[in-house]
């Protein structure tokens, strides 16, 4: 599998995700990039999840479909090409980190996919996280990770 390099200039990976991206802050998108899909993408999944939350993985973001000749996404933007699905706050798009106040750090992990055929969401329910992952297996031609922090006091 190869890997996708995954950056922002918003933060670097394993620091802190800045407040005005958060549910604090103005709650757009980070500004994301990422290196070039390998050849036989039919297109790229973008996905944002807390693993930190209480319960379960958190859903923040999920678009699929995006074009994967795309180099990245602008803040406050939504990926070329992509369809974004409601995130755990029940909104469609972006949902910034918004953990519960002294609950400590939260990671948030950003994922691109590169996948060899598109995936199938259902379309009458929210699908999420660990449903994301499901479909994408056996799918995957490449990946990239990148991890942002955010925690309230």
Known sequence: MTRIQLTSSAFADHAEIPRRYSGEG???????????????????????EDPDAPGTSFLHWLVTGIDPWTGGV?????????????NGFGRTGWGGPMPPPGHGPHRYFFRLYALSQPVRLSESERPG???????????????GTLVGTYQRL
Do not use: D, F, K
């Open 26 to 48: 103005e709650n757009i998108s980070p500004p994301l990039t990422w290196t070039a899909a390998p050849e036989g993408t039919a297109q790229l999944l973008l996905l944002c």
């Open 74 to 86: 602008e803040e406050g933007q939504e990926p070329h090409g992509g369809r974004s699905w409601p």
């Open 129 to 143: 996280v660990e449903a994301v992952h499901s479909a994408v297996q056996g799918r995957e031609l490449g990946s």
